[in-house]
């Protein structure tokens, strides 16, 4: 105790010796800091003192680095075996079982009986080099993670669809809300008031699950080797298997409408590196519709050469970031979206146009080939003149009699299809 009091002086409060561990109590945090760093000396000995009971981090040896992971806004209803067996899963080895927090007295910071619904658990210090996410999905349930060294959030990658500036998002936001367009306040897009007003001509709006060029549009489509609802199950089935998550790809799969699927692949952790496959992926599934889907060519070759698709959905990249009514009273460079699904569309109908084309033209060729002035015409062959002889009567009868038989045949060709109303061909013979 003297040693301790030689370093923190009066801030030393209660020394406490509990199952061969010493707990040593300070006042401040500025004097727990100067014990953790400086340690204390017995004699001609140096202790070294931790800030947690080593033990209860699961390890075998003091020495060993580990660090505190901790998660928040898991249900109590969520057992500490499911938190465990998703954290081993995303490769992580805890040194502990996995605990419960308690509350602390707002005053003595005593801790109290009662939970926060907090878990926390050690592992190896090694996964500061590849990091936890900071949110993670256990028993489909979200919750954050917090660990020492985690990375911190890039903001810029965070954009706000209420003030349209980065480094947050809408629920955060505090700003004023401003028109997606023009950028200003007092109006939405789409608009008069707004300076990029435009009543856009030759666009064709792609929205809801009835038109047949929208990925929420039911249908079936056979790709990647399994068959989807629609083209929205196609899409989410690929980025989860892309992301190596085939349990959420086989509940996307048996989502029973697209509005489902969209929602289960918010289960999805992609990797940096997916924003360079996602319009691959896209482009696959579209094309396979427009080979299966007769609806869907039908409604692409139905739309002129020279008018624009548009996807109106508020979605930055796939879409013009606008309802379908802002959209069509928007300038097009003022679109915040970037309308990637809507340019996919036009590619493909392109293509479905130039394969139009060729059909006819060589159908066209081959009706050419069989009525052009070189097909040689059937000459007429005149008649072989016979020899006039002497006939009998009875000659003349039989001859008759053949040629009626023959007249009848044809007057009676579908004898096949109702014989009880014909002949046969051997009644008439009899006959």
Not at 40 to 52: E, N, S, T, W
Not at 207 to 231: P, Q
Not at 275 to 299: C, G, H, I, R, Y
Request: charged share 25%; aromatic share 6%; with cysteine.
């Amino acid at each position: 105790m003297q040693a301790s009091k030689t370093i923190v002086g009066s801030c030393l409060q209660c020394v406490q010796l509990d199952r061969d561990l010493w707990r040593i109590y300070v006042t401040n945090n500025e004097s727990k800091i100067k014990l953790l760093a400086n340690g204390i000396a017995l004699g001609d000995q140096h202790i070294q003192l931790f800030q947690h009971n080593p033990y209860s981090t699961g390890v075998k040896d003091v020495d060993d680095d580990v660090i505190k992971v901790t998660v928040k806004g898991l249900p109590l209803s969520v057992s500490n075996e499911a938190l465990k067996a998703q954290i081993i899963d995303l490769g992580v080895k805890p040194t502990s079982d996995v605990k419960y927090g308690r509350i602390r007295h707002p005053e003595t910071k005593q801790l109290l009986d009662c939970l926060n619904g907090d878990r926390y658990f050690y592992c190896e210090k090694s996964i500061q080099a590849s990091p936890l996410p900071r949110v993670i999905h256990c028993a489909g349930i979200r919750c954050r993670v917090f660990l020492f060294g985690q990375p911190t959030i890039n903001r810029d990658d965070l954009f706000c669809t209420n003030c349209m500036q980065s480094g947050h998002v809408r629920s955060r936001c505090r700003n004023e809300t401003v028109c997606k367009a023009c950028k200003k306040s007092g109006h939405v897009a789409g608009q008069p008031a707004c300076s990029e007003y435009e009543q856009v001509k030759n666009i064709n709006i792609v929205y809801g699950s009835e038109c047949a060029l929208s990925n929420f549009y039911e249908c079936s489509i056979k790709a990647f080797g399994v068959t989807h609802r629609s083209a929205e199950h196609a899409y989410q089935y690929a980025k989860a298997i892309a992301c190596g998550q085939p349990e959420i790809a086989h509940q996307i799969n048996n989502a029973q409408n697209a509005i489902g699927a969209r929602k289960i692949s918010k289960l999805i952790k992609p990797p940096k590196d997916w924003e360079k496959l996602n319009t691959d992926v896209m482009k696959t599934v579209v094309s396979e519709k427009s080979k299966q889907v007769k609806e869907f060519s039908d409604a692409l070759l139905d739309i002129p050469e020279s008018s624009m698709i548009v996807e109106a959905t508020h979605d930055l990249f796939w879409g013009s970031g606008l309802t379908s009514e802002q959209t069509s009273n928007t300038k097009c460079d003022s679109w915040p979206g970037s309308n990637e699904m809507g340019l996919l569309l036009c590619d493909v109908a392109k293509q479905l146009r130039a394969k139009s084309k060729d059909f006819q033209i060589v159908t066209t060729s081959r009706s050419t080939r069989h009525s052009g002035s070189n097909v040689r015409k059937p000459t007429k062959r005149k008649p072989a003149k016979t020899p006039v002889k002497s006939v009998k009567s009875s000659d003349v009868i039989t001859r008759s009699s053949s040629l009626r038989m023959r007249a009848s045949d044809f007057l009676l060709s579908d004898s096949e299809t109702n014989p009880e109303t014909n002949p046969t061909a051997e009644e008439s013979d009899n006959g």
